[in-house]
């Protein structure tokens, strides 16, 4: 059976749990959600796994979709008797959340996983080793509240993984790098070791870097089939699911969505900085506060590039996502004001 700390129940979780309603507290358990489909959440809890549904009060009150669980959240549910089944009451605050706002005639927001601790960054020892979207990568995990880990993967085919080492660290000074082979097991059993008492981790990272390689090497190869959820749909057919969050035999736990999979860099705001600390750093120094880095007399970032401290790529790469998100941000506002223009628009019909 498993437990709540097996979970990624901590003291904190304890906290928001004993702030809920007494009532609430009396006939529900904590679970956590371990699938979602159509509004429909698999939850674990520490006396079984039920397909389980938001109560009518938490659906009245909920008015986007962050009102409701994703893969990864904690809620308080119910056991509906005589069934393996049961009902949420309500969604115990998030500590970090991946989302995606889609730009398309009006935003919408998909929530990708929730409570992630630990973002691997898995990038291959090869060609797919890049340092711009390693950047990318970093921004979208500082977003999400996640603790980012670098991994570069497939070191048995790689003869110089220092060299791609040391251009992490300069890309993210301060974040762990670990070198792995899923072939050999290299490197594994410090990964092993950053998901102990019962830490949650998401891989980021490209189609054929060997994220599921390493799923099932943390699985103990093999173990991810019995994961499988076997039940009895709407019409009485038997079908099979996989959980999208995965407890690991040596402790941990391992969110793997096909949202995380798509992941992209949407909505990023302040984070720019963080990832791009060294270019923060030199704007400090430049002689005017407001300065743009063109052709200001004094700028410290046009300096470091014409010194060659700071190599033009990385400072056109920071550019770039100036423009995206800015890009963003417009699209966000236009399609509010629209919104708002069709909200206004059903309030005089409904006169
Ligand atoms: P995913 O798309 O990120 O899930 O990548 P996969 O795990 O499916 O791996 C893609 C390919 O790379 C497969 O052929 C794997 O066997 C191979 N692969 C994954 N990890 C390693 C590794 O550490 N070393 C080597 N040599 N090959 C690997
Ligand atoms: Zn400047």
Known sequence: MTNLQQLGWTALREQDWTALPEGMKQKSLPGRV????????????????????????????????RDFPAVGDWVAVEKMPGEQRGIIHSLLPRTSLFSRKSAGMTITEQIIASNVNIVFLVMSLNQDFNERRLERYLIASYDSGALPVILLTKKDLCAEAEVFIEKAQRIAPGTDIIAVSNHTGEGLDEVQAILQNGKTAALLGSSGVGKSSLTNALLDDGKMEIQDIREDDAKGRHTTTHRELLLLPHGGILIDTPGMREFQLWDQGDSLDASFQDIDQLAHSCKFSDCQHKKEPGCAV???????????????????????????EKKLKQSEAKERKTQKKVTHKKR
């Open 34 to 65: 371990t699938l979602e489909h159509k509004r429909m959440y698999r939850v674990i809890t520490e006396e079984g796994e039920w397909l389980s549904v938001c109560s009518g009060t938490m659906e009245h009150m909920a008015s986007e979709r």
């Open 302 to 328: 046009q300096t470091a590039i014409a010194e060659g401290i700071l190599p033009a790529e990385r400072y056109d790469s920071y550019l770039k996502l100036q423009r995206e998100l800015a890009f963003l």
